[in-house]
């Protein structure tokens, strides 16, 4: 087993499956409600860019009701519904990576720290994924107030694991968020490539890439 890794640490979505997996079950609700996901989409990307005091989750509707020209309390509250809670349902019927269980087993077992950082709120997807059970750290980035990839999100995730950064290996699947955020904080990043990405170029300068899940465990316990 590697000495300079004492804990992983996950990105959820993209990462324990392919994103189609779950996109192909979303577009009933694309063609329903794509004018609000727009909104939610531009005012994640403006809270990315722009910091803001306040709570995240009333700024994010506030941002949403200036575009959607609705009122942010009520807007707030669909998004509750129609997101966070609405979508969680359609993991029952998404299939992660192959041997991705065994792999956390594996690191678990070898007396290895896990965590996992998500944009979203990440538990209840866990439980739909057949993914809990193997952490000791659960963290969702809007409760920091910030987004991957800023420094905040990763700062509390080293901090909820009690390790130093440079001891955490940090897997994802966006270079932009992952990759760019765990390596601007010092750790260690894996980039999990899936099958319609396997020719990228741009890794981030990621430690290591790979597409089998079994890869990621002989490059950390072998």
């Given at each position: 087993m590697r000495e300079d890794i004492r804990g992983l640490a996950?990105?959820?979505?993209?990462?324990?499956?392919?994103?189609?997996?779950?996109y192909v079950?979303?577009?009933p609700f694309v063609l329903k409600e794509w004018r609000y996901l727009l909104a939610f989409s531009k005012a994640r990307t403006n809270l990315r860019k722009t910091f803001r005091d306040g709570n995240f989750y009333d700024l994010q509707a506030l941002l949403m009701g200036e575009i959607l020209k609705r009122d942010g309390a009520l807007v707030k509250g669909r998004t509750e519904q129609l997101i966070y809670r609405g979508w969680e349902p359609l993991f029952k019927k998404v299939k992660p990576y192959p041997?991705?269980?065994?792999?956390?087993?594996?690191?678990?077992?070898?007396?290895?720290?896990?965590?996992?950082?998500?944009?979203f709120p990440a538990e209840q997807k866990l439980k739909y994924l057949g993914l809990d059970g193997y952490w000791d750290t659960v963290i969702c980035s809007e409760h920091t107030n910030r987004l991957k990839p800023d420094p905040a999100p990763f700062r509390e995730l080293a901090r909820c694991m009690a390790l130093p950064p440079e001891q955490?290996?940090?897997?994802?699947n966006s270079v932009s968020y992952d990759i760019i955020g765990a390596k601007?904080?010092?750790?260690?990043?894996?980039?999990?490539?899936g099958p319609l990405g396997r020719?990228?170029?741009?890794?981030g300068?990621?430690?290591?890439?790979?597409?089998?899940?079994?890869?990621?465990?002989a490059f950390v316990l072998n």
């Amino acid at each position: 087993m590697r000495e300079d890794i004492r804990g992983l640490a996950f990105d959820l979505d993209g990462t324990f499956y392919p994103n189609y997996r779950f996109y192909v079950r979303l577009i009933p609700f694309v063609l329903k409600e794509w004018r609000y996901l727009l909104a939610f989409s531009k005012a994640r990307t403006n809270l990315r860019k722009t910091f803001r005091d306040g709570n995240f989750y009333d700024l994010q509707a506030l941002l949403m009701g200036e575009i959607l020209k609705r009122d942010g309390a009520l807007v707030k509250g669909r998004t509750e519904q129609l997101i966070y809670r609405g979508w969680e349902p359609l993991f029952k019927k998404v299939k992660p990576y192959p041997h991705v269980r065994e792999t956390l087993s594996a690191f678990k077992s070898s007396g290895l720290s896990l965590g996992l950082l998500s944009d979203f709120p990440a538990e209840q997807k866990l439980k739909y994924l057949g993914l809990d059970g193997y952490w000791d750290t659960v963290i969702c980035s809007e409760h920091t107030n910030r987004l991957k990839p800023d420094p905040a999100p990763f700062r509390e995730l080293a901090r909820c694991m009690a390790l130093p950064p440079e001891q955490i290996l940090y897997v994802g699947n966006s270079v932009s968020y992952d990759i760019i955020g765990a390596k601007q904080q010092g750790m260690k990043a894996a980039l999990v490539v899936g099958p319609l990405g396997r020719r990228r170029r741009n890794t981030g300068n990621a430690d290591f890439v790979f597409s089998d899940y079994r890869q990621l465990r002989a490059f950390v316990l072998n």
